[in-house]
Structures are given as C-alpha cells and as structure tokens.
T-cell receptor, first 113, second 115 residues
Framework: KNQVEQSPQSLIILEGKNCTLQ??????????LRWYKQDTGRGPVSLTIMTFSENTKSNGRYTATLDADTKQSSLHITASQLSDSASYICVVNGGGSQGNLIFGKGTKLSVKP | GAGVSQTPSNKVTEKGKYVELRCDPISGHTALYWYRQSLGQGPEFLIYFQGTGAADDSGLPNDRFFAVRPEGSVSTLKIQRTERGDSAVYLCASGKTSTNTGELFFGEGSRLTVL
C-alpha cells in the first residue's frame, strides 16, 4: 500500500536552533517528492521538490535530502525563526496521472523565542 | 487574482443542511483537486479533475459528497445532508499537467462547521 509516514508528529525548538524532519515512504513507482509548508489557517505552499536523481537541495535555510534506495527524505531547517512555526507536509508523487499524490500527515513545528 | 480562490472562507451550518463550496483555480491550470483536512492532520484526498471530468473520485467518503467542474475552470464541492463529522477545512488546489512535477497551488480553504 502506498504510504507516507512523517516524524516526529510535533516538535518544539528554540529560536535559532536547527531541526530535522523525517519522511519515509513506500510509494511505488516513484516520480518525485515535495515538501510543503502550511502556516496555521493557510493552504500548503511548496518549499522544494526532490526527483529520483537528486540527493540534496537547498532553498535558503531549508535543505532537503532524498535517499531513493531507503525511501527516506529529510527536511533540515537551519537557524530557525519564529516564522518557521508551521506544519511541514511531505508529498510523494507516484507518477503517471497527476492524481497519484500521497500526502503525509505532517510535522507540526513550533519555534519558541 | 493570481492564486487559487475559495469561497466561503467560513461556513457554519446545521446538521442535515446542504452546502456548496466554490473553488476558482489559477487560470490555465487544468488539474484541480479537493482535499479535506481535519485539525492536526494532513490533507485527505477527495477528488481530482482533469479538465471538466473527474479523473479520480475515489476519495469521496460517500454519496452525500459530489463535485463538478462544468467548464473546466471553477469547481463546486457539494455536500448533502451534512453531518457533524463533515466539519473540517476543505482545501482546493490546482496544478499544471504539462510538467507532471506534482506541484499544487492551494487556496486558503473553506472551514465548514456543522452544528
């Protein structure tokens, strides 16, 4: 069964600290993996996309990794800011029709001053 | 507007009533999705349109839920005989199919509360 599991479910860190969010998937076939950020009361917004051949990609203070062999991805946030408080959702695209998108339940990150 | 627009942003209704939620996708996006999101959960897939047709409606929970996209642009999610368990945020997203990268552009959502 195609599944996307995220951990931890929630995380509290102090402003300025780093953190890493995990995403494990069993989706097959695999086309790409995307991390979304969802602020409270807003719709998710894409942060980065990882394709099969990419291992690491950075977007400002966000760095995503992908290990296609172990079917794991991580999102590392450096020097966290209060505005990073949000839910981070991992979405795996199983390819084929664009409808084949499998969502994780998200990790809720709270950054405290 | 440049983004996905959803109306109403909030809807409070009584159990048993009929509701309609509207989604205006980004112009030119042929793919349109409806998701339902409960508190603390990720979006749950409901239905996916490619143009005017529902390419995948396997996520609709039961026959009280129905969605249309008659002209391939605006979509309406319709819920009949609402139940308290239908209370959630209903998210609409649109996407391009030309790249098949799977990026979705989400609206702000319609928060439905069934009393």
């Amino acid at each position: 069964k195609n599944q996307v599991e995220q951990s931890p479910q929630s995380l509290i860190i102090l402003e300025g600290k780093n953190c890493t969010l995990q995403c494990n998937y069993t989706v097959s076939p695999f086309s790409n993996l995307r991390w979304y950020k969802q602020d409270t009361g807003r719709g998710p917004v894409s942060l980065t996309i990882m394709t099969f051949s990419e291992n690491t990609k950075s977007n400002g203070r966000y760095t995503a990794t992908l290990d296609a062999d172990t079917k794991q991805s991580s999102l590392h946030i450096t020097a966290s800011q209060l505005s990073d408080s949000a839910s981070y959702i991992c979405v795996v695209n199983g390819g084929g029709s664009q409808g084949n998108l499998i969502f994780g339940k998200g990790t809720k990150l709270s950054v405290k001053p | 507007g440049a983004g996905v627009s959803q109306t109403p942003s909030n809807k409070v209704t009584e159990k048993g009533k009929y509701v309609e939620l509207r989604c205006d996708p980004i112009s030119g996006h042929t793919a349109l999705y409806w998701y339902r999101q409960s508190l603390g959960q990720g979006p749950e897939f409901l239905i996916y349109f490619q143009g005017t047709g529902a390419a995948d409606d396997s996520g609709l929970p039961n026959d009280r839920f129905f969605a249309v996209r008659p002209e391939g642009s605006v979509s309406t999610l319709k819920i009949q005989r609402t139940e308290r368990g239908d209370s959630a945020v209903y998210l609409c997203a649109s996407g391009k199919t030309s790249t098949n990268t799977g990026e979705l552009f989400f609206g702000e959502g319609s928060r439905l509360t069934v009393l």
